[in-house]
C-alpha cells in the first residue's frame, strides 16, 4: 500500500489531528528514555479506543505493516521504539489518549483502567478511595499502566507486594489480526482453562496491544517509617536486610540500596536535592516499614537503629521526621537515572541475582570491567531486598565514545555472564526489547525459546506486533 492511501486511510479512524505524519513531530516517539535507541516510522497514532486500535491493527496485518505500541516512552530496552525500513513499514500506536479511569469498586479492591493512565493517577486515585496501588517507580509520573503490565514492571515495593503481575486481575487486548480478547472480571478466583492474560503480561507487545486492565488494589498504609542508613559493605547491608526482616516481618516494604557513586552524582548534578547523610558513605540504604495503625511505634524503630549501630553493621542513620523528609529519601533513589545521565555516556544493566552472592558480583563485576575498560565511575543501586541490582559502567574519561559504545555487546555479555554464573538473570524488570534480544537467544534453554516462538506464531502469524522484538 503506497504511503498516501495507508495515511487516507488511517485518518479515517482516528482523525486527521491523531495522526501524526509531520516528521517534526514524530520525533518525540522515536528515541527510549536514554537516548541510545533511536527509531524511524512515517505514522504515529493516537487512538482514543479499543475499537480504534482495533482497526488500525486490523489495516496493518492486512497490508504487512509491523505495529510497535507505545506507552509513556519509558523503556529502557527499547521495545518501544519502531525500524521502519524499505522492505516493511512499521508504524506506532501511542495509547497516551487512552489514560481513563473507569471504574473503582472498594469493596473488590480493585479498579479497571485505560491502557494510557499514567502510574501515578493510578496511585492518587486508589488513595482517593481509602486504597493503595502499591506499584511505584522512578517513571511513575510518567509511564503509563499498559507498559508497565507489557513489561511486567517491578519498581520499590516488590520486596512485599510483588511485580505488576501480582496486581493484574484482567485484562482487555487487541490480537494480531484486531480481534479483542475481553477478560476485565476482577476476580480473585476463575479456573476456567488457560490464564490467558499472563500470556500478555511481560509480553512488551510481542502478542497484541492491552486496551484496559483490571488491577487489584491493596488496603492503605496508615503511615510510614521511612530510614536512610549507611554501611561500610554490601556484606553489611545483607545483614541489614536479614535483621529489618526478623524485626519488621511482613511490615518491611522496600529495602533499597545505593553506592556512593549514585549519592555523588545526585550530589552533584541535581543539587536541589537534600543529602541526609555525607555522600562519601560506601553504601546508603532507604528501609521502609508500612505500618496499619495511626501511630508507629517509635521505641521500636529507635531500638532497632540504636541496635544495628552498636551490631556495628550501621556507619549511621536518620529516620524520616516528615512526609517532606519520607519524600527528600524517594527523590535521592528516584533520580539517581537522571544524574548518570548528566555524568555522561554508560552501558547500563539490570540484573539479578541471589541475595547472598550479591557482594562477590559487584566486586567481581567490577574488576572484570575495570580490566576491560580501564577505570571509571560504576554506579550501583536497585532493589536489595529482592536481588534486583540496576548496574551501569560510565565512560572513561581518556576514551571516545564512539570506542566505548562499541564495547556495549562484550560488556553486556561480561555483565550477564557473572549474573548468570550465580543462577541470576541478565534481565530482572526491564524487559527485553531490541537491545538485549541476543542475550536472550545466547542465555535461553532451547525448549524456551521453541515454546515462545511457537506461541508467538501461533498468535501472530504475520509478524505484525512488535516485529524485531525478543526474538
Same mark, same amino acid.
Given at each position: ?28 516517539f522515536? #528515541?527510549?528514555? $536514554?537516548?541510545? *535507541? ?9 487512538? =482514543? !479506543? /479499543? +475499537? ?32 521502519? #525500513?524499505?522492505? $516493511?513499514l512499521? *508504524?506506532?500506536?501511542?495509547t ?5 479511569? =473507569? !471504574? /473503582? +469498586? ?38 503509563? *499502566? ?23 486481575m ?12 475481553n ?17 500478555f ?49 511482613d ?167 557473572i549474573?548468570?554464573?550465580?543462577g ?39 509478524n ?8
Amino acid at each position: 500500500m503506497h504511503l498516501e492511501k495507508l495515511i487516507a486511510e488511517m485518518t479515517a479512524i482516528t482523525d486527521a489531528d491523531r495522526c501524526i505524519t509531520h516528521p517534526d513531530n514524530i520525533k518525540t516517539f522515536l #528515541e527510549d528514555w $536514554r537516548g541510545n *535507541i533511536k527509531g524511524e516510522t512515517p505514522i504515529v497514532m493516537l487512538p =482514543i !479506543s /479499543t +475499537d480504534e486500535v482495533s482497526s488500525i491493527i486490523k489495516l496493518c496485518n492486512t497490508n504487512n505493516i509491523g505495529v510497535i505500541p507505545q506507552g509513556g516512552n519509558t523503556s529502557l530496552c527499547g521495545a518501544n521504539i519502531p525500524h521502519s #525500513e524499505n522492505k $516493511r513499514l512499521e *508504524i506506532v500506536i501511542n495509547t497516551s489518549k487512552m489514560n481513563k479511569i =473507569i !471504574s /473503582t +469498586d472498594i469493596h473488590n479492591q480493585s479498579m479497571i483502567v485505560e491502557t494510557g493512565c499514567i502510574l501515578t493517577n493510578i496511585q492518587d486515585h486508589a488513595i482517593e478511595n481509602g486504597l493503595f496501588f502499591p506499584l511505584s517507580l522512578s517513571a511513575e509520573g510518567s509511564c503509563q *499502566i499498559g507498559g508497565n503490565i507489557s513489561t511486567n514492571a517491578g519498581g520499590v515495593n516488590v520486596l512485599s507486594y510483588g511485580m505488576t503481575r501480582e496486581h493484574v486481575m484482567g485484562i482487555e487486548v487487541v490480537l494480531p489480526d484486531g480481534s479483542i480478547l475481553n477478560d476485565l472480571k476482577g476476580l480473585r478466583k476463575d479456573n476456567t482453562g488457560y490464564d490467558l492474560k499472563q500470556l500478555f503480561i511481560g509480553a512488551e507487545g510481542t502478542l497484541g496491544l492491552i486496551t484496559k486492565a483490571c488491577i487489584k488494589l491493596s488496603t492503605l498504609p496508615k503511615s510510614y517509617c521511612s530510614l536512610m542508613v549507611a554501611v561500610k559493605t554490601v556484606d553489611y547491608a545483607i545483614k541489614v536486610l536479614k535483621s529489618s526482616k526478623n524485626t519488621f516481618t511482613d511490615r518491611l516494604t522496600a529495602f533499597e540500596i545505593m553506592s556512593s557513586s549514585c549519592i555523588k552524582a545526585v550530589e552533584k548534578y541535581l543539587p536541589n536535592h537534600r543529602i541526609p547523610l555525607d555522600s562519601s558513605n560506601p553504601w546508603h540504604i532507604i528501609i521502609e516499614v508500612s505500618m496499619h495503625d495511626n501511630h508507629p511505634d517509635n521505641n521500636q524503630i529507635l531500638s532497632y537503629l540504636e541496635e544495628e549501630v552498636q551490631s556495628n553493621n550501621l556507619i549511621d542513620g536518620v529516620i524520616a521526621s516528615s512526609e517532606t523528609e519520607r519524600n527528600d529519601f524517594w527523590k535521592i533513589r528516584h533520580s539517581i537515572s537522571e544524574a548518570e545521565k548528566h555524568h555522561g555516556k554508560g552501558i547500563a544493566h539490570d540484573i539479578s541475582v541471589p541475595i547472598k552472592d550479591i557482594p562477590i558480583f559487584i566486586k567481581k563485576t567490577i574488576n572484570k570491567l575495570e580490566d576491560l575498560l580501564g577505570p571509571s565511575n560504576v554506579f550501583v543501586f536497585g532493589h536489595l531486598g529482592d536481588g534486583n541490582l540496576h548496574f551501569t559502567k560510565s565512560k572513561p574519561k581518556t576514551m571516545e565514545e564512539d570506542i566505548f559504545l562499541e564495547k556495549s555487546h562484550a560488556v553486556n555479555r561480561l555483565v550477564h555472564t557473572i549474573a548468570e554464573s550465580y543462577g541470576g538473570s541478565f534481565s530482572a524488570e526491564h524487559g527485553i526489547g531490541s537491545k538485549l534480544k541476543d542475550e536472550l537467544e545466547f542465555f535461553s534453554d532451547e525448549i524456551k525459546m521453541t515454546l515462545m516462538k511457537a506461541i508467538k506464531k501461533t498468535i501472530d502469524p504475520n509478524n505484525t506486533m512488535n516485529p524485531n522484538k525478543l526474538f
